[in-house]
């Protein structure tokens, strides 16, 4: 199993920044994969930024620019660093693994209980 711990919401103005951090741990061998998903009211799961443990990564295009994806591989973390954050930002933000865990080395989605983030105007 794995435990992941998220840290860093809040409320922001418009304009201004904020950075999420998420931590995993449990019985793991690998992770492959880390990062943000975000759920606003009424609107479905999408997917905000991720990273491999390659390095390679993804941004929808709503945070192209503004934000940043980074990770530690050694401490299992990854965070996000949001800049000129705006109201359309605000949901609740959740971290993802994709992780291999011992001792049965498959690969599985793991979630966060989410942090919520406001922007106001």
């Known amino acids: 199993q794995v435990q992941l711990v998220e840290s860093g919401g809040g409320l922001v103005q418009a304009g201004g920044s904020l950075k999420l951090s998420c931590a995993a741990s449990?019985?793991?061998?690998?992770?492959?994969?880390m990062g943000w998903y975000r759920q606003a009211p009424g609107k479905q799961r999408e997917r905000v930024a991720t990273?491999?443990?390659?390095?390679?990564?993804y941004y929808a295009d709503s945070v192209k620019g503004r934000f940043t994806i980074s990770g530690d591989n050694a401490k299992n973390t990854v965070y996000l660093q949001m800049n000129s954050l705006k109201p359309e930002d605000t949901a609740v933000y959740y971290c993802?693994?994709?992780?291999?865990?011992?001792?049965?080395?498959?690969?599985?989605?793991?979630w966060g209980q989410g942090t919520q983030v406001i922007v106001s105007s």
């Open positions: 993802i693994a994709n992780a291999l865990t011992r001792p049965t080395f498959t690969s599985t989605d793991y």
């Open positions: 990273i491999t443990i390659g390095g390679s990564t």
């Open positions: 449990g019985t793991i061998f690998n992770i492959n994969v």
